[in-house]
């Protein structure tokens, strides 16, 4: 039962901007730092953006990342054959006890 | 480069204990800017956090494991480890380790834990 929730699936053509949602609340999203990964098919998950909008070095910045209030999203400007993958966001949850939650889990695929 | 490597406990029984450790390099485990943390994937399923420390001694757990999870360092060998008891089928899954600045940003390359008799 996870507390972040995302879109099942998104999908475009090659070279087309998909953006992700993940819908939080105060107590995760709206008052720590989102985090976005991408899952290659049996692979580990990839740490693409970080404290809301950071890339990692080597990510392009076709990747963008933002946050408003207890949500964020993932933008994917220029999508490629290569992004085709499951994109999951994260966040600490609490402060008192706190815990770390994933998203749901997003299927993107490029048409 | 920071690297992660789960060990392969491979295949465990029901009601059984998994043992797990994540030998880490290119990082001291005694950093304090780091945390260390496990989480899991279950075949065909999204992934869910089970536990993270950090050396000076804080420990998070997630809250529907906790009862069930010990996480614990050892420095001299560089390891972080996960035992989780009274396992079911519910938990056969993909184990990772990994890195943890606020969120896990190095991640090893997982190992499957199955659970039957």
């Known amino acids: 039962q996870s507390l972040l929730t995302q879109p099942p699936s998104v999908s475009a053509a090659p070279g087309q901007k998909v953006t992700i949602s993940c819908s939080g609340s105060s107590s995760n999203i709206g008052d720590n730092y989102v985090c976005w990964y991408q899952q290659l098919p049996g692979t580990a998950p990839k740490l693409i953006m970080y404290e809301n909008d950071k890339r990692p070095s080597g990510i392009p910045d076709r990747f963008s990342g933002s946050k408003s209030g207890s949500s964020a999203a993932l933008a994917i400007t220029g999508v490629q054959t290569g992004d085709e993958a499951e994109y999951y966001c994260?966040?600490?949850?609490?402060?008192?006890?706190?815990?770390?939650?994933f998203g749901t889990g997003t299927k993107v695929t490029v048409l | 480069q920071v690297q992660l490597q789960e060990s392969d406990p491979g295949l465990v029984k029901p009601s059984g204990t998994l043992s797990l450790t994540c030998s880490v390099s290119?990082?001291?485990?005694?950093?304090?800017?780091?945390?260390w943390g496990w989480i899991r994937q279950p075949p065909g399923k999204g992934l869910e956090w089970i536990a993270t420390?950090?050396?000076?001694?804080?420990?998070y757990y997630n809250p529907s494991l906790k009862s069930r999870v010990t996480i614990s360092i050892d420095t001299s060998k560089n390891q972080f480890s996960l035992t989780l008891n009274s396992m079911t089928a519910a938990d056969t899954a993909v184990y990772y380790c990994a890195r943890q600045d606020d969120s896990p940003d190095y991640w090893g390359q997982g190992t499957l834990v199955t659970v039957s008799s």
């Open positions: 420390m950090y050396y000076g001694g804080k420990t």
């Open positions: 290119g990082v001291s485990i005694s950093s304090t800017a780091y945390y």
């Open positions: 994260g966040a600490w949850d609490g402060s008192l006890s706190p815990f770390y939650v």
